[in-house]
Structures are given as C-alpha cells and as structure tokens.
C-alpha cells in the first residue's frame, strides 16, 4: 500500500526522496535543496484573517539554511493576530518538513514549508489556529481512541468577461462540461498545482452556480479533497486556497470564495467531511450499512453545539445571507440520510452489498464487499463557507464531535433531531417547527458561543484570548438586523459583497 502511494505522488519531493512527507527530515530537506540548486526557501503560516502569509530566504549557503531549518525566525505576533499585545509579540515560526513543496509559481525555483509558532519560551503558542486543531485532535483521540479524520469541498466563483458563445444554463451548471463550462483547463490546473504541493484531491467539477452579470460571467466550481487526519486536512485546504488565489492573479482571473456574491444565486460553502478511524477502520458504518453509535454519538455533539459552530465556520456578515430558508445551505438543527436540506448529512454509501462495478464490467470477477468502499462513509456538515479559519473550524468540529462522547443522553440527542423528510416542504411544516435554528447574524453567533464557550475552553484547546477574539470579531460587524434591514436594497447589498468579496 505505500509503495502504491509513493508510485504516483504528484509532490516532487516525494518522488525524488522515495519517502511519505511524514518522514521527511531535515537532512533530506538540505540534500533535496543542495541537489536541484534550490536558492528561495518560503517559511509559510496563517494568520488572524485566515490567509497563508509568507516569509522569503534567500540561501546563500548550506550552514545559513541549516539555521533557519533548525531555529526558525521571529515573526511579530501582534502584526498577524488582533488578541496579540505588541508589548508580548515577539514570536517564532518554525518550518514542518512534511508540507514541503515547489512553490509553481515562483520563476526563481523555490521550497515552501509551512510553519507552526512558538512562544518566547519555545512552546507552542497556545492560541495559534493550527495548535488548537492539534490540541482538539488529541484530545479527540484520548478521548475516544479513534482519529479524527476530515475532507472539505472547497466551492468558489470564478469570474472572466462574457464571450458570447455556448452560453450556459443559469443556476444549471452542476457538472457541466466544455464548451458550455468554460473554466475546465483553469480548475485542473488548480489540481495539478494543489496535488504538487501534498494535496489529497477526490475530483474536481462545476457547480451550480452559472450565471452573467453586467457583462462578466460567474461560473462556480468545486474541488473536493480526500478524507486525511485533521490537521493534515487544514494545511491542504490552506495550499489550496492560496494556489486558487495565485493562479487566478497570474491568470487574469477572478476568484472569491465568499459565500454569497449577489442575490438569488447559488452561494458557496465549505462543507466539511468526517470520519471515525481506528487501526486503518472506519467506525461510522457496521456490516449493511447500519450507522454505528459512535457516528451516532458524534453527530449528536454537533446537534448540541450546531449554534456556536456558526461563530468558527461563518465569520462574516455576508455568511448568513447563504444560510437562508428554501437554499441547500442549512437553517434549521438537524441532521439525515442524503439530504442535502440538513446542517449534518450521512451521504450515500458503498454498502448496499451489490458489486456495481462488476454489473458494469461483466468481464471482471466479484470483488470482495470489504474492498469495495465502505471505508469512504463520511458525515458532513454543510453550514461553514470560506470566511472560516480552516484551523479553528475544524479544531471546533473535532471539539463537538468529542463532547457527543461525553454526553450521556447523546442517543438520544441524535434520535430527536434526526429527520428523513425534506423539511422546507409545507407538508412537514410542524416538524421544522420542533427544530432549532441556526444564529442568523455574526452578533447571534457571537451570544451563542459565548453560551457555549466552556465546552471550547475544555483542555485549554481554545483559549480564553481566542474565544474573546472571535466574539469581538463578530460583534464588530454589528449586524443583528442587517439581513432585513438591507433586504431589496441592491446598492447596500452589492457594497457589502465587494467588503468581504475576497474572505479567507
């Protein structure tokens, strides 16, 4: 198995090195360096807005490079995140040799490493995003003896002048191919890029979203990653975007993966997938398909901590004009089997027993049912879009996924708010009455996180300046009317898209 994954590893380091980026050293990073005459090293870390920053070397020699690979650098704390005092703000940046990657964009050949911070006496910052996931991922895992695994689907416009020709379908665009879908080359370019730098890509399609406006045209697309461990599953997403970004600068293009970017068109989101994993298992599904408790268990945490996820996974106003009634975005606190109206969804399965592929290939033998995919189920939750911070979100999804382990009325939990209709139906109407509704502004996100922050504060996973940072964040908007003050005015609602047009 991992000489199957080694063999076709899109990274060029895991190529020439013959090793998975978990066991990459820092010799190996000297030698890679030294051997492919590499002179620019990028030290790359996010920072409070959720975007990649970056930090340039130029390597003058091997005992220079050794250095920086070995101490880091100080970076000023108070400059990348608001809850940083500039009287405290001296922090280090210290490289992960398993994100190594060739940076595709740099004409002068450069490394690119992402970097973990590090307090004055040298442990790690204890309210940076991605030691939070680390600390959620452990105490998941202590908890519970399983990993938390993840996979977002990354949605985004891209937007180009009309040509005129091949016209496509407006909000009909899922799946579409050339000529009607024109923005095919650039997505698997974006794929190639993204797979390069380490990620885990499923596929890759348009989405629905397809429409003109003003003489520009808004074509959605998607790419959809593998489920990895959750902190692994952070940093793609982080490349990922910061390569759909730079290639659309270098493309002449367009891109926003803001969640919404006019009325009554599709919005994007960030939904994200899990999974329960021991000793190479999936635990979500049990022998014909029947869900476990402990996928149970943990959907029931997100049930019961659904109203301050909204603070982590929708951090801007523009966030809860997608999360609306009557959308596929989710309103209302529950969850359910394929349904693609509910915050948390259990998607279709390989687990009907039936060998598809051989009814397809009649030529080809039975496979054994164990090999045939049951390792994929996921669950997902659909509210999050791309104002997230990928680091605190996920961190907050591992968080509530843990809390279902330690509640003990979470059976039931997840049998109350369970549903198998389409509750936007008027037939169900008295069943969407029973169900609880997601925050519809950053100031109500903001009160429910504050209602629920000890959960979050557990294990000293989030910190105390974290939570009060996002609180603050939110409350600045000042937005606990905005959605019907603003409702039908196109000038007002077209000023607040173009603020937080470029989210994340």
């Known amino acids: 198995m991992k000489n199957e994954q080694l063999a ?23 030698n890679y360096v030294v051997d492919h005459n590499i002179r620019m090293v990028n030290f790359m870390y996010p920072g409070g807005d959720g975007k990649l920053k ?18 880091g650098e100080r970076v000023d704390g108070s400059s990348l995140f608001d809850f940083i005092q500039a009287s405290s703000s001296d922090l280090y940046v210290l490289p992960r040799y398993s994100s190594a990657f060739i940076d595709p964009f740099s004409e002068e050949p450069t490394l690119c490493m992402l970097c973990s911070f590090f307090d004055k006496d040298g442990q790690p910052m204890a309210s940076s995003p991605e030691h939070t996931l680390r600390k959620a991922a452990k105490a998941f895992r202590d908890a519970t003896g399983m990993e938390f695994h993840a996979m977002g689907e990354l949605e985004y416009y891209v937007i180009k002048p ?8 407006d909000q009909h665009g899922y799946h579409e191919s050339a000529p009607f879908a024109k923005m095919g080359d650039f997505r698997k370019k974006c794929m190639r890029y993204i797979a390069q730098a380490g990620g885990h890509i499923k596929y890759g399609h348009t989405e629905v979203g397809c429409f003109e406006q003003e003489g520009l045209l808004y074509e959605q697309n998607e790419i959809e990653f593998l489920p990895v461990e959750v902190c692994q599953a952070a940093d793609e997403l982080m490349i990922a975007k910061w390569v759909i970004y730079n290639l659309a600068w270098h493309e002449n293009l367009t891109v926003t993966f803001a969640p919404k970017i006019t009325a009554g068109k599709a919005g994007s989101g960030l939904h994200i997938h899990m999974r329960l994993m021991r000793e190479g298992r999936n635990m979500l599904v049990e022998r014909g398909g029947v869900l476990t408790d402990n996928a149970r268990r943990a959907i029931a945490g997100l049930m019961e901590l659904a109203p301050s996820l909204t603070a982590f996974g929708n951090k801007i ?5 997608r999360l609306v009634p009557h959308q596929e975005a989710p309103t209302n606190v529950c969850w359910g089997d394929r349904n693609r109206s509910v915050l948390v969804r259990v998607p279709l399965g390989w687990t009907s027993g039936v060998d598809m592929s051989q009814t397809a290939n009649p030529l080809e033998q039975e496979v054994p049912i164990e090999e045939r995919g049951s390792s994929k189920q996921t669950f997902e939750i659909r509210s999050g879009d791309g104002s997230a911070d990928v680091y605190q979100y996920l961190a907050a999804l591992c968080v509530a996924c843990r809390h279902g382990f330690e509640m003990k009325d979470a059976l039931e939990i997840a049998e109350r708010t369970y549903v198998d209709v389409n509750i936007h139906d008027d037939a169900n109407a008295s069943r969407l009455n029973q169900l609880a509704q997601l925050p519809d502004s950053c100031s109500a996100s903001a009160k429910c996180l504050e209602a629920q922050r000890a959960v979050y504060e557990e294990q000293e996973i989030f910190s105390k300046d974290m939570i009060d940072g996002i609180m603050a964040q939110l409350r600045s908007y000042h ?26």
């Open 479 to 504: 937005d606990r009317t905005l959605r019907t003050d603003i409702e039908g005015n196109v000038d007002e609602t077209k000023r607040l898209i173009q603020r937080f047009f470029y989210c994340g």
């Open 54 to 71: 970056t930090l340039n070397f130029v390597i003058s020699d091997v005992a220079y490079l050794r250095t920086i690979l070995t101490c």
């Open 317 to 321: 106003p523009t966030s809860y004009f």
């Open 162 to 169: 009309v040509e005129g020709r091949f016209p496509g379908r």
């Open 8 to 30: 076709m590893n899109a990274n060029v380091l895991v190529d020439e090195l013959k090793k998975h980026p978990s066991e990459f050293t820092r010799e190996d990073i000297i």
